[in-house]
């Protein structure tokens, strides 16, 4: 415990070792430890979080998160050229190199009642799109696909890719983030890792010009990735109510 009150998260940039809290009242908990890291902007990164045990820990992770960084700008072209757009519209859209990456390493203890908890509750993500790399011995990420929680069968190897809230709003609903949760068991702990692929926290984001027009009202009134996130981190995650009220509700800074 005290070498993870060394590395706590902080308020200020959640950088750091910790577990989810929801601060408006009432919000869930899960069972789930998780360490996070700020890749970009350069000066949210602290290397007082990035532990150096073992000695290579840092370089190792300096050098996934480039090359899932790379992947990822290959997935938002593709994402770009399937919307009808040019490739590099929604690059831009975030922010070109000023796009913010970070990673998520999730934990999963063992847990007595599995089936009275959840390692995260039901969510989309905030963010742009996310490529997960999943424990690939231990089931347990679902995913909502019309209506029913599937569960995903992990594969060695192999990444997992979720559209997040951003590319729902930019893209006007025609890609739509997916909502998501994890279970926990009493059998075995569980490892994943995330990387995050955000648009640069004050750019204004709203469906993007060319995807509105005559019978294709905009969706969504423009907020910045930064309220929107502040906004999903008060309230906890619940399901996908917090892009769709963007559709009705201003939700403030």
Known sequence: ME????????????????SRVGIEKGALLDWGDYFFLHYYPLGLKSHDKWRAIP?????????YGREVMKLCVRIIGMLSLGLGLEEERLQRAFGG??????MRVNYYPKCPQPDLALGISPHS??????????????????????GVWVTVQPMANAFIVNVG????????ATCCSVEHRALVNSEAERLSVAIFYNPKSDLLMGPI???????????YQPMTFDQYRQYVRKRGPQGKSQVESLKAVDPGP
Do not use: F, M, W
Not at 55 to 63: G, I, K, P, Y
């Open 3 to 18: 070498t993870k009150e060394a590395y706590a998260n902080s308020p200020k940039t959640y950088e750091g070792y910790g």
């Open 55 to 63: 000695a290579s820990l840092r370089e190792t992770v300096d050098e």
């Open 97 to 102: 190199e000023e796009a913010g990456v970070c």
């Open 125 to 146: 993500d905030p963010g742009g799109i996310t490529v997960l790399l999943p424990d690939d011995k231990v089931q347990g990420l679902q995913v909502k696909h019309r």
């Open 165 to 172: 809230d951003q590319v729902q709003v930019l893209s006007n």
């Open 209 to 219: 010009q060319e995807l509105v027009g005559p019978g294709q009202a905009a969706l």
